[in-house]
């Protein structure tokens, strides 16, 4: 999936970070760590 395919596909208004936080909560924990490393790729 490309970056504009996946900004598109976030709710008009909410920013990736926000939207992200609240798809935690129905993630398992392993998920939870890929999207903390998406937002924050070690370098």
Request: hydrophobic share 35%; aromatic share 6%; proline share 7%.
């Amino acid at each position: 999936m490309s970056q504009s395919e996946f900004d598109s596909a976030l709710p008009n208004g909410i920013g990736l970070a926000p939207y992200l936080r609240m798809k935690q909560e129905g993630m398992t924990e392993n998920e939870s760590r890929i999207v903390e490393w998406l937002l924050n790729p070690v370098t």
